[in-house]
């Protein structure tokens, strides 16, 4: 019999929940990845490739796992977007810096580093005001442009007569573009929401 306390519950337990552990992979993947994209190599990109759809692969997995069987916890909810962010941000610096000719612009990474760090600011303020900031259709436009737009860059060369670095620019600036219209819409928002005093359950 439960009583409501998430000790007594095993699901709850960082080393026997699914999802945690699917999470705790994915973040066990970054330093992988950064080993391996010192290289520049198209056999070791290929590589790199795999491994970052994998791990891209377990963020939808955890939250679907966690959805389904009731395995939502604390540490999944902490842990899971500090992932997400952890993996991006990871392979947007190692991009921006290999030894490979063309790579991703100094401003575009600043440009989506700095969004990121600017809405997850907005989303704490949110929370601590009691304003419930739903995610937007174009936030989850945006994720997917990214995801996209770092495998074709992380593969870089032509495959099949398909140039993966022009590929992945062209979705990582519409992503770019998407994420910076998505965190106006996020500040609006909870800007208006202060004004009248917030939203609060």
């Known amino acids: 019999m439960s009583n409501g306390v998430a000790s007594s519950d095993t699901r709850g337990f960082l080393f026997t929940n699914l999802p945690n552990i699917l999470t705790l992979l994915r973040v066990a993947a970054i330093p992988l990845l950064v080993v391996l994209m010192r290289?520049?190599?198209?056999?070791v990109s290929i590589v790199t490739f795999c491994i970052y759809l994998l791990a891209s692969l377990t963020d939808a997995f955890d939250g679907?796992?966690?959805?389904?069987?009731?395995?939502?916890?604390p540490f999944g909810k902490l842990l899971d977007p500090l992932a997400d962010k952890l993996l991006v941000v990871s392979a947007l610096i190692m991009l921006a810096v290999m030894d490979?000719?063309?790579s991703i612009p100094g401003w575009l990474l600043v440009l989506i580093v700095g969004r990121e760090l600017a809405v997850t600011g907005l989303r704490s303020i949110a929370a601590h005001e009691g304003i419930v900031l739903a995610a937007e259709a174009t936030g989850k436009l945006k994720m997917i442009l990214q995801t996209?737009?770092?495998h074709?860059?992380?593969l870089h060369y032509t495959?099949?007569?398909i140039n993966f670095y022009n590929l992945g620019m062209a979705s990582l600036l519409c992503s770019a573009a998407v994420g910076v219209w998505s965190a106006i819409s996020y500040h609006v928002t909870v800007f208006r929401a202060l004004a009248s005093g917030g939203i609060r359950d």
């Open 39 to 43: 290289d520049p190599s198209p056999a």
């Open 64 to 73: 679907y796992i966690a959805r389904r069987y009731d395995l939502v916890t």
């Open 100 to 102: 490979r000719s063309p």
């Open 148 to 150: 996209i737009g770092i």
């Open 152 to 154: 074709g860059l992380i």
């Open 159 to 161: 495959y099949l007569g």
